[in-house]
Every structure is written in structure tokens, then in C-alpha cells.
């Protein structure tokens, strides 16, 4: 299998990334930006965040834009609740909502579902999102992986879901982490370094570097994520990660670590054609 990558696009003035391996072609995905859409400051430009406080009417606009530009359908959207946890959530179309300008009501940090059509939809603003794919079975799922949820394990968690309760293989997944926070800017007190070896164990020991300030990491999340991929069965050369690190490049992506509370999300999607 050729290497996948995870490259940046502009469509129709929309800046987003995606898997451009052939093997995609099944699905229709996309993590956005902040660039592209009609929200104004602090939410400028391409908003997908339905409780940050901006107008619904520009959030409505931004999925109809965003949608269209990557081929997902912005009226058929499941979205996530996220409670920082390791919950995967198996979804049907009784899911989807009503309106793109609602916000999330399914409580889980993951979606899985095997029903063409249905748009999972899941949020970051440092947090690394993951989406995942079995051309074979015909099954996705998509989650959001901050630290805390990292450490438990969310990316395998929603990998052995869609192994136990849709018969996918491990081999047959394919996993892309999208754009967030990375090592270069992700420095933590020692709980979060704790909180990966409770979960990985020996495993987590390459992703954290001590800083010369006392009791301070830095952490590679990405990169964790793809070893417990790994660690679900996944083979290495069927993940990719997105170099991107959103508090590093504010003109293209929000950061909450950088930013706080006053800007919009970005969104990750993915749909069965």
C-alpha cells in the first residue's frame, strides 16, 4: 500500500485537510480551519462550533459551505456531546439533527456507525480528532482525543468497536489524526505525563520529554494516539498524521490553549458515500 498522507487544500476560498489516498475514496471527509466561512470576530471565519456564541445563522451557513466543499451532506449530521471520555457511541440516522446550527447531543467522545449517509461530526480546538475507516466492511467513526481521553485510550476504544459490534478486521482500518496541538507547544504540569503511563504503560514513555522547568513535559498526543491504534491492531503504515499543530499557526486554526474560550471550533467529518 502506497503511504497515506494527510494534505491541506483550498476549495472555493475553504482551507481544509484530508487523506488523499485512493483508498478514501469511499468516504467523504475533511478536517476544517478557521478560514472560509462568514462568522465575525472572535469567531472569524469558518465557525462549525453551534455553542461558542456565534449567530446560528452564520454556524448554518459555515456547514452548508463546508459540507459542499468536501461532499459531506450538512443535513445529515450526527454530532458529539464531548465529555473528555473514552465513550464510543454506535449511531443510526434516528441521530441525526434537525438543523446544522444545533449543537452536539450525543454524551461520547467517539461515533461509529456503518449507514451510508450519516455525517459523524466531531470538534476540536487543540484536542487531536481522529477519523477511522474500513473499506472493506464499509464502517467509520470519529473521535475526539484530548489528553484525558487520550490517556484512556479513545482512538482504540472506538477501533474495538467497530471490531466487536460492526465485524470489522484491525488490519482492514484505516485511521487519520487530523490537525492539534503538538509537541512544541503542548507543555504540561506532570499529571498528564501520569495519565499516559497509567494507559500505556512503557508505551508512552517516547511521547513525553522532560522540560529543564521543574515538573514540565512536553507531549506528543498524535503520536500517542497512533500507538494505541497500534495497540488495537491497526498496522502502522494505515495511520496518518496530520504534522499541523494549531497553536502554532493561528491564521489557519483556533487554539484554545492559546486563545482561551473566545473563538470557534473546527470540525472533523467523515460519511460513508
Not at 476549495?11 to 468516504?27: E, K, L, M, Q
Not at 438543523?99 to 487531536?128: H, N, Q, R, W, Y
Not at 515538573?215 to 488495537?232: H, I, Y
Not at 486554526?253 to 473563538?263: C, E, L, N, Y
Amino acid at each position: 500500500m502506497a503511504a497515506m498522507n494527510i494534505i491541506r487544500q483550498e476549495v472555493c476560498g475553504v482551507v481544509f485537510y484530508r487523506c488523499d489516498h485512493p483508498d478514501w475514496a469511499g468516504t467523504a471527509h475533511g478536517f476544517s480551519t478557521r478560514i472560509g466561512g462568514v462568522s465575525p470576530a472572535p469567531w472569524n471565519t469558518l465557525n462549525l462550533g453551534a455553542n461558542r456564541g456565534d449567530d446560528p445563522a452564520n454556524v448554518r451557513w459555515n456547514f452548508n459551505w463546508f459540507c459542499s466543499v468536501i461532499g459531506t451532506d450538512d443535513e445529515a449530521l450526527v454530532k458529539n456531546h464531548q465529555i473528555h471520555s473514552n465513550i464510543i457511541r454506535p449511531v443510526t440516522r434516528e441521530d441525526i439533527l434537525s438543523d446544522p446550527a444545533e449543537p452536539g447531543t450525543c454524551e461520547a467522545d467517539g461515533l461509529v456507525t456503518d449507514e451510508p449517509g450519516i455525517c459523524l461530526t466531531i470538534f476540536s480546538g487543540d484536542c487531536i480528532p481522529i477519523l477511522l475507516y474500513d473499506p472493506v466492511r464499509r464502517c467509520i467513526a470519529a473521535a475526539h482525543a484530548g489528553w484525558r481521553g487520550t490517556a484512556a485510550g479513545i482512538a482504540a476504544r472506538a477501533a474495538e468497536a467497530m471490531v466487536r459490534d460492526y465485524g470489522c478486521l484491525p488490519e482492514h482500518i484505516l485511521a487519520v489524526i487530523g490537525p492539534g496541538i503538538g509537541p512544541c507547544c503542548f507543555e504540561t504540569h506532570s499529571d498528564v505525563p501520569d495519565g499516559l503511563r497509567a494507559g500505556l504503560g512503557a508505551d508512552a514513555e517516547p511521547f513525553l520529554r522532560p522540560l529543564s522547568k521543574p515538573e514540565k513535559f512536553s507531549v506528543d498526543l498524535k503520536g500517542a494516539n497512533a500507538r494505541w491504534l497500534e495497540r488495537a491492531g491497526l498496522r502502522p503504515e494505515h495511520i496518518a498524521l496530520c504534522p499541523a499543530c494549531t497553536a502554532c499557526d493561528l491564521d489557519t486554526f483556533w487554539s484554545h490553549r492559546v486563545q482561551g474560550s473566545a473563538r470557534g471550533s473546527m470540525a472533523a467529518m467523515i460519511q460513508l458515500r
